[in-house]
């Protein structure tokens, strides 16, 4: 079963505008992390939230974790067509190591 | 410095006959991971290495499938008696520190298709 589960499947937006997907996780957890996929580099590691940050920022990506809900959300600003990609997070904490099903983004000029 | 590197990148096999797959990691990290993957689909956990010892084989699918890390560098994946179900990306992640939760560095993978 997956840990992590990506919320909206796909999401299609214009570039320049902000793109938000959700993560939900089952087990407790020290750290929540996402990463992206494209064609072109494979899996590539974004970004880092520990168990005890609510927010943090990295460049055009936002990160925010809710423990008390078991979510997460990553919010990219000002989007860009080499933002196009999948996009998943990641728990290692539990007995399963997964990732989640992915949001898959595309943004359009 | 070099990342993590997979050969070969694609694998055409028959039924029935076994593969291995190799990874590289990046030089002095400690961790490593196999994944499976199936198109469309988020990567599938396989097994765990920490240096030489593999900590976790949990998600191996049957006994088919080994995974061996013996010098706690290269790491190669062996299929036995492939099947079709086995088609999939094999990706493999290395990481700096030991545990589960550290940020993982992955090679590009192996695209295996059993015909």
């Known amino acids: 079963s997956q840990q992590g589960e990506e919320d909206p499947q796909a999401l299609s937006i214009q570039e320049g505008e902000n793109a938000t997907m959700n993560c939900s996780y089952k087990?407790?957890?020290?750290?929540l992390q996402w990463y992206r996929q494209n064609s072109g580099r494979g899996l590539v590691h974004l970004i880092l939230i520990r168990s005890n940050e609510r927010e943090k920022h990295s460049g055009r990506l936002r990160v925010t974790l809710d423990t008390s809900k078991k979510s997460s959300s990553l919010l990219i600003t000002a989007s860009r067509a080499a933002d196009t990609a999948s996009y998943f997070c990641?728990?290692?904490?539990?007995?399963?190591?997964?990732f989640g099903t992915g949001t898959q983004l595309k943004v359009e000029l | 410095g070099a990342g993590v590197s997979q050969s070969p990148r694609y694998k055409v096999a028959k039924r029935g006959q076994d593969v291995a797959l190799r990874c590289d990691p990046i030089s002095g990290h400690v961790s490593l991971f196999w994944y499976q993957q199936a198109l469309g689909q988020g990567p599938e956990f396989l097994t765990y290495f920490q240096n030489e010892a593999q900590l976790d084989k949990s998600g191996l699918p049957s006994d088919r499938f080994f995974a061996e890390r013996p010098e706690g560098s290269v790491s190669t994946l062996k299929i036995q008696r492939t099947q079709q179900e086995d088609s999939a990306v094999y990706l493999c992640?290395?990481?700096?520190?030991?545990?589960?939760?550290?940020?993982?560095?992955f090679g590009p993978g192996t695209r295996l298709l059993v015909l």
């Open positions: 992640a290395s990481s700096l520190a030991p545990g589960r939760e550290e940020t993982q560095y």
């Open positions: 087990t407790s957890i020290n750290n």
């Open positions: 990641y728990t290692g904490g539990g007995n399963k190591l997964t």
